[in-house]
């Protein structure tokens, strides 16, 4: 989960100002989170108290007004009865990444992944990015190497892996929708050689880059069994201490 934050932070600032490289500052001075990490810890404090997802995502969310989200979520964040909007956005898929740390089985992983997007994103891409990225997560942390965890996710969702991040890089452009965000982040991930590489390829695609890079870092995080110490350490500078207390509950628990 730490790694799905730090790479929404780094990401956070090519998303209006995208690249087509890997080498810049990973902590940017103008780096900050964004609605990915703000929902993010609402799934995992959702997780840590039993509460509704929908109840967390709500009051967490309007707690940080100005993270950045979406239109429609932001209508649905202040609606006086929020109902799920048929979005096939990558918002499903960007918060999820707590769901593949704290469950046990595959079939719980994609049971929780689905509640966690179904209360915005019930559109089924939506839910498919949510699951997909929940159980790319699961099997990393759980020992499957990446040959695994790909053959899975194309078995069980149809993305397209056979592409590489050189090959996807000229003529990928900002993509909000699950379907155009999902598997590129996973080949970020596929295709690199540390976590601090994965994060650095999901930028370089020159999209959504926070939210490629939050996806590309949970699964990252749980592969290379956490962040570098140094990265952990700038995200806690950066969030605010309500937010970290909230992270680090959540890796002191669930941390394998």
């Given at each position: 989960?730490?790694?799905?934050?730090?790479g929404?932070i780094?990401?956070?600032?090519y998303?209006?100002h995208?690249?087509?490289?890997?080498t810049f500052?990973?902590?940017?001075p103008?780096c900050?989170?964004?609605?990915?990490t703000?929902?993010?810890?609402?799934?995992?404090?959702a997780i840590?108290?039993?509460q509704?997802?929908?109840?967390?995502?709500?009051?967490?969310?309007r707690?940080?007004?100005h993270?950045?989200?979406g239109?429609?979520?932001f209508?649905?964040?202040?609606a006086?009865?929020?109902?799920?909007?048929n979005?096939w956005?990558?918002?499903?898929?960007?918060?999820?990444?707590?769901?593949?740390?704290?469950?046990a089985?595959?079939?719980e992983?994609l049971?929780?992944?689905?509640?966690?997007?179904?209360?915005?994103?019930?559109?089924p891409?939506g839910?498919?990015?949510?699951?997909a990225?929940?159980?790319a997560?699961?099997?990393?942390?759980?020992?499957?190497?990446?040959?695994?965890?790909?053959?899975?996710l194309?078995?069980n969702?149809g993305?397209?892996?056979d592409?590489?991040?050189?090959?996807?890089?000229?003529?990928?452009s900002f993509?909000?929708?699950?379907?155009?965000t999902?598997?590129?982040?996973i080949?970020?991930?596929?295709?690199?050689?540390?976590?601090?590489?994965?994060?650095r390829?999901a930028v370089?695609?020159?999209?959504d880059?926070?939210?490629?890079a939050?996806?590309?870092g949970g699964?990252?995080?749980?592969?290379y069994?956490?962040v570098?110490?140094?990265?952990a350490d700038k995200?806690?500078?950066?969030?605010?201490?309500?937010?970290?207390?909230?992270?680090?509950?959540?890796?002191e628990?669930?941390r394998?």
């Amino acid at each position: 989960m730490l790694g799905a934050i730090a790479g929404d932070i780094i990401g956070s600032v090519y998303e209006q100002h995208s690249i087509k490289s890997k080498t810049f500052p990973l902590f940017d001075p103008r780096c900050t989170f964004t609605d990915d990490t703000v929902l993010t810890v609402a799934v995992a404090e959702a997780i840590l108290t039993g509460q509704s997802y929908l109840a967390c995502c709500r009051r967490i969310g309007r707690s940080y007004p100005h993270a950045g989200y979406g239109g429609s979520f932001f209508h649905w964040l202040h609606a006086e009865a929020p109902r799920p909007y048929n979005s096939w956005g990558n918002g499903a898929a960007m918060r999820v990444s707590p769901v593949g740390f704290a469950f046990a089985t595959e079939e719980e992983v994609l049971l929780q992944a689905r509640r966690t997007a179904e209360i915005t994103h019930n559109h089924p891409e939506g839910i498919k990015g949510a699951q997909a990225t929940a159980l790319a997560v699961f099997m990393a942390r759980t020992g499957h190497d990446k040959a695994a965890i790909k053959s899975c996710l194309v078995e069980n969702f149809g993305y397209d892996l056979d592409r590489s991040i050189d090959g996807i890089r000229p003529g990928y452009s900002f993509d909000i929708s699950c379907q155009g965000t999902v598997p590129e982040a996973i080949i970020a991930f596929l295709d690199a050689s540390t976590y601090e590489d994965a994060v650095r390829n999901a930028v370089s695609l020159g999209g959504d880059s926070d939210t490629l890079a939050c996806i590309a870092g949970g699964i990252a995080d749980a592969y290379y069994g956490g962040v570098p110490e140094e990265i952990a350490d700038k995200v806690k500078e950066l969030l605010t201490p309500d937010l970290w207390k909230v992270v680090r509950t959540f890796g002191e628990k669930y941390r394998v």
